[in-house]
């Protein structure tokens, strides 16, 4: 009993523990039918309502100062003001992250109906979204389903065109050792781009009565790649980027015969190579996660000597790991 007590709360805890921290948004509205709507607009988002007492509404200078002031006060990320105007409402949204507000003039007088707050909670709802995804902020708010277009048409300056990228992982079928280092130069990183990578890993012995040196085996490769955004909870920033293109190896054999003949010599095999990393964005311009790479050997080499073979090189490898990308320009 004991044991199953102690496992429905540890399953308890570890669910409480996976959800997202709630983004808090201040409400400075006198209108009781508006705060319940908003409260029902943004629950989806993840995004939770701290309701403050009546507060006499700022002059349109000090605007964007009380706003900040308001969610410093209540360590919110967020503040939405609704107060009454010569021809409606006044709602007002401000986003503390990018210190921007928007204004908007509604058609309808307070106190609000249930259909008037719902659309006013909507309202609120897309232009928080706005300050976030909007560059000028002097032009409407875009719609929710507009979202995706807007940031895909972002101007291009606003988006890296240099990262810098590495990988610590295990080689899988390497004729060397089982450990790997590659390392990328990335153009254009947030979106259809061009990679190129260098690999490398320690020298090992090559194992074997016929020989006795070591084997030293790097590559070097171009690959495209495209970041592709994934659905997650919200606050999650997930990508997955599959990789592909065409990659040289190069394998150098350095040691001597068993007959006392020193044996020397590299050579290099090209490969096809697909790839993916899966990265969660840790801060701006930091993401980290997980890679894998696998080439297929379109050239596969065996080093013999005599009737003697000393090493032969599987034709499929692959380097699994952990990856850190970070922007550079």
């Known amino acids: 009993m004991r044991l199953l007590v102690t496992c429905v709360i540890a399953c308890v805890a570890a669910r409480v523990a996976a959800q997202p921290a709630p983004e808090w948004i201040v409400v400075a509205a006198d209108d009781p039918a ?47 003001w609704l ?37 006013a909670a909507r309202t609120a709802r897309t232009m928080l979204r706005a300050l976030r995804v909007t560059p000028d902020v002097d032009q409407p708010p875009p ?43 990335i153009w254009r990183p947030e979106a259809l781009g061009v990679a190129f990578v260098g690999e490398i890993s320690p020298s090992s012995d090559v194992p074997g009565p016929a020989f006795v040196g070591t084997a030293i085996d790097g590559a070097v490769a171009l690959l495209a790649r495209l970041p592709l955004r994934i659905d997650a909870p919200r606050g999650l920033r997930v990508r997955v980027v599959p990789m ?5 190896h190069f394998v150098r054999l350095h040691g001597e015969l068993d007959t006392q003949q020193p044996l020397h010599g590299t050579r290099m095999d090209p490969a096809a190579r697909i790839g993916a990393a899966a990265m969660y964005r840790l801060a701006s311009g930091l993401d980290l996660g997980v890679a894998i790479s696998i080439d297929a050997l379109l050239q596969r080499q065996r080093y013999v000597v005599g009737e003697t073979e000393v090493l032969e090189i599987p034709r499929f490898q692959s380097l699994i790991g952990v990856i850190a990308t970070f922007r550079v320009l």
Do not use: K, N
């Open 34 to 80: 508006f705060r319940g709507a908003l409260v029902e607009a943004l629950a989806p988002a993840g995004m939770t309502v701290i309701v403050v007492a009546s507060q006499d509404a700022p002059s349109v200078a000090e605007l964007s100062a009380a706003s900040r002031a308001l969610a410093d006060r209540e360590h919110a990320s967020a503040t939405v």
């Open 143 to 185: 719609l929710e389903v507009d979202a995706p277009e807007i940031r895909a048409t972002a101007p291009a300056g606003d988006r890296p065109m240099l990262a810098a990228s590495a990988v610590l992982g295990v080689r899988v079928h390497a004729p060397d050792t089982d450990f790997g280092v590659a390392a990328s130069l």
């Open 244 to 248: 592909a293109g065409l990659a040289l």
């Open 83 to 119: 107060t009454p105007s010569e021809t409606g409402a006044t709602l007002v949204t401000y986003d503390r992250d990018r210190d921007r507000l928007l204004v908007r003039e509604l058609p309808f007088p307070l106190p609000l109906s249930p259909f008037q707050a719902a659309e």
